[in-house]
């Protein structure tokens, strides 16, 4: 792959060539008027002097010839040297320009940068989240909540300072290692803000210790409200969706799907058998068949592209979401959009299970804007551009099912609206 050059490069490459194209038509010009000189002076000579004097001047031609072509060799040898561009270089150039690089937005995974102001507990999530030990969004975010209590309770303020103000400034610092090991998702980010809201709430005059339970208080009050009781809803809800006989695609492994599918199995006692469809290098549904297979739900493994052959069965597919941005698309993982497109392409539902604070208000046109790499480290990856999430659009989503009900794709900035004050 040809290293992409920058504006001031091009333009650059572009004026060198353009010197060498003007010093080369100068020196064929020159070269041409010097052979027509040396023609009529050799003919006159010839028709009015000796044989003599035609060999003296068929000689001072021979050497003019000879100046002006090594002159003329010299030019071209000093145009073809490294202050100008060759025509290969030019070639590269116009590739260069014409190349449209999708992945330019798309930051590469960097190196986990250890401070002496992070705690354990966040390099260590940091490092989980880089080897994609812990990927689920949900997952992550009440991982990173978790550690957040740690970095609390083993937080000393300075003595010249109080504790919502350096606190602040302490947490910032976790973050970026966090950041260090993976992009945050939209959960996580939200959850960062309501987190930075609550600390800069905090009074000048409370003592560390009660500002530290409170915080550690409030953060397992949100894990609980915002993560675990929003799963339960959904699961309550998105059950009751199912029917006696239903062939269930799932793509991937999402919590709240398998939750779901085992709530209905084994609570509600419905009978359906689910089709996993998976794909490279995460492959991430046979962990989802293991725990299926465990409670005893028929399930079905295939890979992404035997779909079409079974897809005239399907009955119902259920998602997870990694967010959901303000104009109704899904943000989900790479080859969610094509599962989707089929399955509306044939009428069959397309069940997004979303808790709302993974709702961003971001407007997202497409999957290259912002997404993430998935690490080489991971095993079987060896391609450097595989990317993470894909964007589906929003009339191929047939309900989005959250903790305050199931709704419409399109009613996504309808909820950010109106539930401002507690996402």
Avoid at 82 to 101: C, G, K, L
Avoid at 191 to 209: C, H, V
Avoid at 232 to 241: K, L, Q
Avoid at 357 to 384: C, H, M, W, Y
Wanted: charged residues 20%.
């Amino acid at each position: 792959m040809t290293q992409q050059l920058s504006g001031k490069e091009l333009k650059e490459l572009k004026k060198k060539q353009k010197q060498a194209q003007r010093q080369a038509r100068k020196n064929q010009a020159g070269n041409q008027a010097g052979n027509q000189a040396g023609n009529q002076n050799s003919n006159q000579n010839s028709n009015q002097n000796s044989n003599q004097n035609s060999n003296q001047n068929s000689n001072q031609n021979s050497n003019s010839n000879s100046n002006a072509n090594s002159n003329s060799n010299s030019a071209s040898s000093a145009g073809n040297g490294s202050s100008a561009p060759t025509s290969r270089d030019y070639a590269e150039t116009r590739a260069q320009m014409t190349q449209v690089n999708l992945f330019a937005g798309i930051e590469p995974p960097k190196a986990i940068m250890s401070k002496l102001q992070v705690h354990s507990s966040i390099l260590h999530l940091a490092l989980q989240m880089q080897s994609c030990r812990i990927i689920g969004s949900a997952s992550r975010c009440k991982a990173m909540m978790l550690a957040f209590q740690q970095v609390v309770r083993d937080y000393d303020t300075p003595s010249n300072g109080s504790f919502s103000r350096s606190f602040a400034s302490h947490l910032s610092q976790q973050i970026e290692v966090l950041k260090s090991g993976r992009g945050l998702s939209v959960s996580m980010g939200n959850a960062i803000r309501w987190l930075k809201q609550e600390t800069s709430g905090l009074s000048m005059d409370i003592s560390d210790e009660s500002a530290k339970e409170y915080l550690v208080e409030t953060i397992s009050d949100f894990i609980r409200d915002r993560l675990d009781v929003a799963d339960r809803i959904i699961v309550d809800t998105a059950s009751n969706h199912l029917q006696e006989g239903d062939v269930v695609l799932i793509y991937g492994s999402s919590k709240v799907v398998l939750n779901t599918l085992i709530h209905a199995y084994t609570v509600q006692k419905k009978k359906f058998r689910v089709v996993i469809a998976d794909s490279p290098p995460l492959f991430e549904g046979k962990k989802a068949a293991r725990k299926l297979m465990n409670v005893g739900i028929p399930v079905t493994y295939i890979l992404i592209s035997a779909l079409p052959y079974v897809i005239k069965g399907i009955t119902t597919f259920m998602v997870g979401a990694h967010a959901m941005v303000s104009n109704g698309n899904l943000y989900s993982r790479v080859g969610t959009s094509m599962v989707a497109v089929m399955a509306a392409a044939r009428s069959i539902p397309v069940l997004v299970l979303c808790e709302t604070i993974k709702f961003s208000d971001r407007v997202q046109l497409d999957a290259f804007s912002v997404n993430e790499f998935i690490p080489q480290s991971t095993k079987g990856n060896k391609d450097e551009n595989l990317i993470f999430f894909d964007l589906t659009d929003q009339k191929f989503i047939s309900k989005v099912i959250t903790e305050v009900g199931a709704l419409p794709a399109s009613s996504v900035p309808v909820i950010l609206r109106e539930y401002k004050q507690f996402l």
